[in-house]
Nanobody, 120 residues
């Protein structure tokens, strides 16, 4: 059984910062790409940022220059440092990871999400 647990969300004023964390646990052999998505009320889920196991990153245009993704492979953890937050960044942020296990092989997993609210 694999679990992804996010933390670090909250309420912040526009211009502020938050740091999200996501820890993967369970019978994990390895983790390939890890990343963050977000979903605002009434909108489709959208990619925020991803990072491969060898450190290649990808960002949505809307967050480039403001958000930074990083990961600690030894701790099966991915982070998202969010600076210069805007009200339009308000959403539930979900962690995603492609994880290799003995039982299921390689498949994608989702966390439950953490709420980020940016007030104007």
């Amino acid at each position: 059984q694999v679990q992804l647990v996010e933390s670090g969300g909250g309420l912040v004023q526009a211009g502020g910062s938050l740091r999200l964390s996501c820890v993967a646990s369970g019978s994990i052999l390895s983790i390939n790409t890890m990343g963050w998505y977000r979903q605002a009320p009434g909108k489709q889920r959208e990619l925020v940022s991803t990072m491969t196991i060898d450190g290649r990153t990808n960002y949505a245009d809307s967050v480039k220059g403001r958000f930074t993704i990083s990961r600690d492979n030894a701790k099966n953890t991915v982070y998202l440092q969010m600076n210069s937050l805007k009200p339009e960044d308000t959403a539930v942020y979900l962690c995603n990871a492609f994880i290799v296990t003995v039982v299921a092989g390689t498949r994608g997993y989702w966390g439950q999400g953490t709420q980020v609210t940016v007030s104007s």
